[in-house]
Nanobody
Framework: QVQLVESGGGLVQAGGSLRLSCAASVRTFSRYAMGWFRQAPGKGREFVAAINWSGGNPFYADSVKGRFTISRDNAKNTMYLQMNSLKPEDTAVYYC?????????????????WGQGTQVTVSS
């Protein structure tokens, strides 16, 4: 069983930055592919970014490419999402997800473990 806890969300003005963290309670964190997804009010869950188990092969949604950076520290069992140049359309609940895999996984359906989410609100 993997438990994931997100933190770092909040209210920020457009153009600002936030760093989200996802702490995993699992002994073998380095065996898990990790991803970030988001869900805005009235919309479905949307892929944001993903990374493989070693921290390589990051992949981003076109809407965040060049502004967001995904990373992980396997020694700390933690994944991060650095979000810069935030826009009002980035407002959503952000979820981290984990799946035991060596690959970078882009589909929400591929992940078995999810955090509870953290709210990000970007004001204009």
């Amino acid at each position: 069983q993997v438990q994931l806890v997100e933190s770092g969300g909040g209210l920020v003005q457009a153009g600002g930055s936030l760093r989200l963290s996802c702490a995993a309670s699992v002994r073998t964190f380095s065996r898990y592919a990790m991803g970030w997804f988001r869900q805005a009010p009235g919309k479905g869950r949307e892929f944001v970014a993903a990374i493989n188990w070693s921290g390589g092969n990051p992949f981003y949604a076109d809407s965040v490419k060049g502004r967001f950076t995904i990373s992980r520290d396997n020694a700390k069992n933690t994944m991060y999402l650095q979000m810069n140049s935030l826009k009002p359309e980035d407002t959503a609940v952000y979820y981290c997800a984990a799946e035991e895999s060596e690959r970078t996984l882009l589909s929400a359906g591929r992940y078995d473990y999810w955090g509870q989410g953290t709210q990000v609100t970007v004001s204009s």
